[in-house]
């Protein structure tokens, strides 16, 4: 079974500054792959980015980017230019390539200061 | 397509009362999931369909829970003899067998519940 951790329950930045949130998780695969969810106040979960773990390259997407550390089983977030639409709970779910079910970490929650 | 809907947004129901939340996932997604998520953690796994059938369950799922997903369409999930420690935000999601490595879930916007 794999576990997900994120250590970080709450985070805050200032408007345009840059977060980062951390990751960490336990698995057995060798192919699997690791999504970002982002989760605002009374809406639905969006999918942000995510990282297939046999690619090297961090994935970008726009202001989201990551740092993937496969043999650390790291995978952390970092929001560049931080805007007050950003303020939301971020859940870390891997999910190994065979499968098809994701286990989410506790999340963090970010507050952006304007 | 207007994306993953459930019904109702949210539920009062007293300890001991049935209850049966729906699903409607994006028509061209076979695969469809439930999750429940307590305040302020993650969302946690309880079963997924493939069609019509049901292909895991967790073991969060206790006899008193029941999923259906009749026609592979649309998913139900019954909590009989709801106790107070059922209340959460139940979650559906749904993906495509293909898409869902590259695409992740869709997710509804979930049902509230709340046992009193």
């Known amino acids: 079974a794999q576990t997900v951790t994120q250590s970080q329950p709450e985070m805050s930045v200032q408007e345009a500054e840059t977060v980062t949130l951390s990751c960490t998780y336990d698995?057995?695969?060798?192919?699997?792959?690791l999504f970002w969810y982002k989760q605002p106040p009374s809406r639905q979960m969006i999918l942000v980015i995510r990282?297939?773990?046999?690619?090297?390259q961090n994935a970008t997407e726009n202001r989201f980017s990551v740092n993937f550390q496969k043999a650390a089983k790291s995978f952390s977030l970092k929001i560049s230019d931080s805007q007050l639409g950003d303020a939301a709970m971020y859940f870390c779910?891997?999910?190994?390539?065979?499968?098809?079910?994701?286990?989410f970490g506790g999340g963090t929650r970010v507050l952006v200061k304007p | 397509d207007t994306g993953v809907s459930q019904d109702p947004r949210h539920k009062i129901t007293k300890r001991g009362q049935n209850v049966t939340f729906r699903c409607d996932p994006i028509?061209?997604?076979?695969?469809l999931y439930w999750y429940r998520q307590t305040l302020g953690q993650g969302p946690e796994f309880l079963t997924y369909?493939?069609?019509?059938?049901?292909?895991?369950k967790s073991r969060l799922l206790s006899d008193r829970f029941s999923a259906e997903r009749p026609k592979g369409s649309f998913s139900t999930l019954e909590i009989q003899r709801t106790e107070q420690g059922d209340s959460a935000m139940y979650l559906c999601?749904?993906?495509?067998?293909?898409?869902?490595?590259?695409?992740?879930?869709?997710f509804g916007s979930g049902t509230r519940l709340t046992v009193v």
């Open positions: 999601a749904s993906s495509s067998g293909t898409g869902m490595i590259r695409y992740g879930y869709t």
């Open positions: 698995t057995s695969e060798s192919d699997y792959y």
């Open positions: 990282q297939e773990a046999y690619k090297q």
């Open positions: 779910a891997p999910v190994k390539a065979a499968g098809n079910k994701l286990t």
């Open positions: 028509s061209e997604h076979n695969r």
């Open positions: 369909f493939q069609n019509e059938a049901q292909l895991e």
